[in-house]
């Protein structure tokens, strides 16, 4: 497993009111996005029979507030390129497993919110073969479940 955590920085853009001057996140999310690339070459990362991304604001399933939509302009291009297996996010407050689709390659799994009866865990559980995911509600229902099959590197 090759886990690459995120800093999304917040969903609104810079000049918000609400972070009185003091926010620049879109700097910050571009010089990541660098960073990012230079870590998906990495020969860990290249080895690795999983990638995994930790990130806060999910690039797909999150409306298309400022934040969103430019994770999704910065980081999505490189996961594909790179051959990212699983995003894991939150932000939304809603669990969901979403599928692969035709705007992204990889599966999006976005974790609940924090109010009791919405929270969830997530367990990642792989091996060289395959990886399982099963994200379990605050009562211990399996309320999501994902299973990938390892891919052969190039």
Known sequence: MHFIA??????????????DGLAAFDVFREEEARWL???????????????VV???????????????????????PL???YGVDMVISGHTHRYGVHKPQEVHSYPIII???????????????ANERELNL?????????VGAYRLVARKRK
């Open 79 to 81: 996961f594909e390129k």
């Open 6 to 19: 995120l800093d999304t920085g917040e969903d609104k853009v810079d000049d918000d009111v609400e972070y």
């Open 134 to 142: 099963s994200m379990l509600a605050d009562t211990g229902t399996e």
């Open 54 to 76: 930790l990130m806060h604001i999910p690039p797909f399933y999150s409306g298309d507030w400022h934040g969103t939509m430019h994770c999704r302009k910065l980081f999505s």
């Open 111 to 125: 974790g609940g919110g924090p109010k009791e009866g919405n929270r969830t865990l997530i367990k990642l559980k």
């Open 37 to 51: 690339e230079t870590e998906l070459q990495s020969k860990s990362a290249k080895e690795a029979a999983f990638r």
